[in-house]
Nanobody, 114 residues
Framework: QVQLVESGGGLVQPGGSLRLSCAASGFTFRTYSMNWYRQAPGKERRWIANIGSTNGVISLAESVKGRFTVSRDNYKNTVYLQMNALKPEDTAVYYC???????WGQGTQVTVSS
């Protein structure tokens, strides 16, 4: 079955960086666009990034544009979220999701605090 396993979260100081990973299985990864979402405490889950299946075209939410980028390795069935210049408002649980598939992983917690 479809599995998505996010990792790489943690506690980081403002201005720091983290790279999140999402290992996918149970579907033909290379044929799906992949997304990153995040959910801050008490708020709705929000989309933040997408990367195309084969063309690698990237879309980013305005709130992360210029600081975050997304990449993928279709051989490793993994999508990454590189987060730079982190701010306290980036604190959230981060999730990946394949376009068109209604499956979520457990998420990975990112906390930005001094």
């Amino acid at each position: 079955q479809v599995q998505l396993v996010e990792s790489g979260g943690g506690l980081v100081q403002p201005g720091g960086s983290l790279r999140l990973s999402c290992a996918a299985s149970g579907f033909t990864f290379r044929t799906y666009s992949m997304n990153w979402y995040r959910q801050a405490p008490g708020k709705e889950r929000r989309w933040i990034a997408n990367i195309g299946s084969t063309n690698g075209v990237i879309s980013l939410a305005e709130s992360v544009k210029g600081r975050f980028t997304v990449s993928r390795d279709n051989y490793k069935n993994t999508v990454y979220l590189q987060m730079n210049a982190l701010k306290p408002e980036d604190t959230a649980v981060y999730y990946c999701k394949a376009d068109g598939l209604d499956y979520w992983g457990q998420g990975t917690q990112v906390t930005v605090s001094s």
